[in-house]
């Protein structure tokens, strides 16, 4: 009996450890290869042996525990961080001198990229990267990450230009549509484009609600509707990890964030800032929030980015909230993230939390001076502690990995002062090296310039993307002036007068000549705090236009002369009450081009947004509404999943998707 259930248990072992025996390709440049038999291996320490880590029919957690155990404990503290990976002067390419600083001396090996290039220029510079990896003692594949590169707002540290890869609305934009099956398509084309360009993860989606209309970074979010934000994340990260529950070989890495509660951050200023550090909620509401993340840990997302914010929780729990930032929190990262929610995967820290926040990172810049990233932290609640200090609480509290920081040493140095066990540090290291063996970038890590150029930005996935954009346009009054036909006199403010030709429609010059007059605006914004880097470039403060705002003193005056549809582009809620009374028409626009705009204003795509987040009346209803709990503002404009048809008529009930 004994020998039997020794037998099964052998059998359960291998079954575990055991990957297929079919050959995968191999790159067969920077690093020996081993053949064995019929079988060939890289030979990532160059020993001439062939080691279970190397050996691609191995399990990836048994890979990553025989690689862990291998390494010093420099280099898996370097494992465990993630800075940005260096750019040349004018950022066309990377400082491959400065890189292999970064990547060979200080041994880190994973890194977001920045750069804003063409796909097969950015396939040749990731792959420069790579080999620089491979010359490493051991030949650890980078993670290459990025922040979302599919949309029209580009923000440094928040998302980056769409230079060379399909175009699509913003998230909010899909939020307004509200279809499943189009953010998975969206997430695998990505996929297919981020792979093809070398890019292994995505720090997205957002799963935050945004449940305070002043908040900088809703045009990210999937709205402030829980139950809609939590399917759409789940069919996100699938399309994106390319598995119905788990990352696939040939998937992205997807990294949720932020947990939890970002989108109640205090007046809507953001964390990236020493005045934006707080957010407040309940018990309630702060489970409402975490639910939103439900759908991404169903569909097995790989990591989870903890929010910057000091949690503010009233109620009889609040005592376990102590005032620092969630990624120096133990029961918000374990308990609540770990234990609670069985969140399983890696805690990538955001941006900062270890640097030091000195006089410019709470107080700003001085007058005069161009506000830059010199002195730039997040270490909310822990401003005054050493960066030693600050790995320590975050290891502690649950983190893996921190962002936005090169130098590993602090690490080093708590584990020989005996502040942490080697062990917590194998085990976050264990995580991480998985991930790379679960994507096969220990057996390939490169990718093909060609097949790049072919693959990002391909004509099929622009085409669906710039129909994406047509259908997320959501109609808020229509003033039977649509759809606009073919020879129809228009008046063009903010519009090409060649798309708006293309469409069979006769551009004028003055508004007085025109039919109708097309009229683009965006949200407005002040910046309430220009002497920091973020509050200078965040849209933040009141979302309302002032009454001598040249935009909408342009507007009236156009309106006067000739019946007029306004544009407004949605980043985060308007208070769109002096344009709806001025206009005629009115379209919310989630990101949307001059073809895909017009696409739809002549019917040729009917428009399908719904409002993803409600739209105050007022100033004063705006500053009434609690931060944490969404739709909650007083007689709002228009509520939340408002939209009509071209015609004036409600949307057509959302079949379940």
Avoid at 25 to 42: E, I, N, Q, S, T
Avoid at 413 to 439: C, H, N, Y
């Amino acid at each position: 009996m004994a020998t039997l259930l020794g037998w099964v248990a052998t059998q359960s072992l291998l079954a575990q450890t055991k990957m297929s025996a079919q050959q995968p390709a191999l790159a067969d440049r920077d690093v020996p290869v081993l053949v064995r038999g019929a079988l060939r291996f890289r030979d990532l320490n160059r020993d001439g042996r062939l080691s279970p880590f190397e050996d691609w029919r191995l399990s990836p957690a048994r890979r990553a525990a025989d690689l862990t155990r291998r390494l010093t404990l420099p280099e898996k503290a370097g494992t465990m961080v993630h800075d940005a990976a260096p750019l040349q002067a004018g950022g066309k390419g990377y400082d491959l001198a400065a890189a292999t600083s970064l990547i060979a001396h200080q041994h880190v090996t994973s890194v977001i990229t920045r750069l804003a290039i063409p796909g097969r220029a950015l396939a040749e510079q990731n792959n420069a990267l790579q080999a620089i990896a491979a010359q490493a003692r051991i030949a650890i594949p980078l993670t290459i990450s990025t922040d979302p590169r599919h949309h029209f707002q580009a923000l440094d540290g928040a998302s980056v230009a769409a230079v060379g890869f399909s175009k699509w609305p913003e998230t909010t934009g899909f939020a307004a549509i509200g279809d499943t099956a189009l953010v998975e398509r969206f997430a695998d084309i990505a996929r297919q484009e981020y792979r093809a360009a070398g890019i292994q993860q995505t720090l997205s989606p957002m799963a935050d609600l945004a449940t305070e209309p002043r908040w900088s970074r809703i045009n990210g979010t999937f709205g402030e509707d829980p139950a809609l934000v939590s399917r759409l994340v789940g069919a996100y990260v699938r399309g994106f990890q390319h598995g119905r529950s788990g990352l696939a070989r040939d998937g992205v890495s997807a990294v949720v964030k932020h947990w939890v509660g970002y989108g109640a951050s205090d007046k809507g200023y953001d964390g990236h800032n020493w005045y934006g550090r707080h957010a407040s909620l309940n018990e309630h509401t702060l489970r409402l929030h975490a639910d939103a993340f439900r759908g991404a840990f169903a569909a097995g997302v790989t990591g989870v980015m903890p929010t910057y914010a000091i949690l503010k929780i009233s109620g009889q729990s609040g005592q376990r909230f102590p005032a620092v930032g969630t990624a120096f929190s133990r029961h918000v990262l374990t308990d609540l993230l770990r234990k609670r929610y069985g969140f399983t995967g890696i805690i990538l820290s955001d941006w900062g939390v270890t640097k030091d926040c000195g006089a410019i990172c709470r107080d700003g810049f001085p007058q005069g001076v161009v506000p830059s990233r010199d002195g730039y932290s997040t270490a909310w609640g822990m401003e005054d502690a050493s960066p030693l200090d600050r790995f320590v609480a975050g290891i502690q509290a649950g983190v893996n990995q921190f962002g936005g920081v090169s130098d590993s040493s602090p690490i080093v140095e708590a584990v020989r002062q005996g502040r942490l066990p080697e062990a917590r540090i194998d085990a976050s290291v264990k995580r991480i090296l998985e991930l790379k063996f679960r994507l096969g970038l220990f057996e390939n890590p490169y990718v093909d310039p060609a097949a790049a150029q072919t693959i990002v930005g391909a004509p099929a996935f622009q085409a669906e993307g710039l129909k994406a954009q047509s259908r997320a346009l959501t109609v808020l009054k229509a003033g039977k002036l649509l759809p606009v036909v073919p020879g129809t006199k228009v008046y063009l403010s903010g519009i090409s007068a060649a798309v708006a030709q293309a469409y069979k429609l006769v551009p004028v010059a003055r508004p007085e000549d025109a039919d109708i007059a097309l009229v683009r605006m965006v949200a407005p914004w002040r910046s309430e705090h220009p002497q920091y880097f973020y509050g200078a470039k965040q849209h933040e403060g009141s979302l309302a236009w002032a009454d001598d705002d040249p935009a909408l003193v342009s507007l009236s005056a156009i309106a006067a002369k000739v019946p007029t549809i306004a544009v407004v582009y949605l980043d985060r809620p308007a208070i769109l009450t002096p344009v709806a009374a001025i206009s005629r028409g009115l379209i919310a626009n989630f990101g949307a081009s001059d073809q895909a705009l017009l696409a739809t204003l002549t019917g040729k795509v009917p428009p399908e947004g719904r409002l993803p987040f409600e739209i105050p009346s007022s100033e004063a209803a705006v500053s009434k509404q609690a931060s944490d709990v969404p739709s909650d503002s007083e007689r709002p404009l228009y509520p939340i999943g408002y939209g009509l048809t071209l015609s004036g008529m409600p949307l057509p009930a959302r079949k379940g998707n």
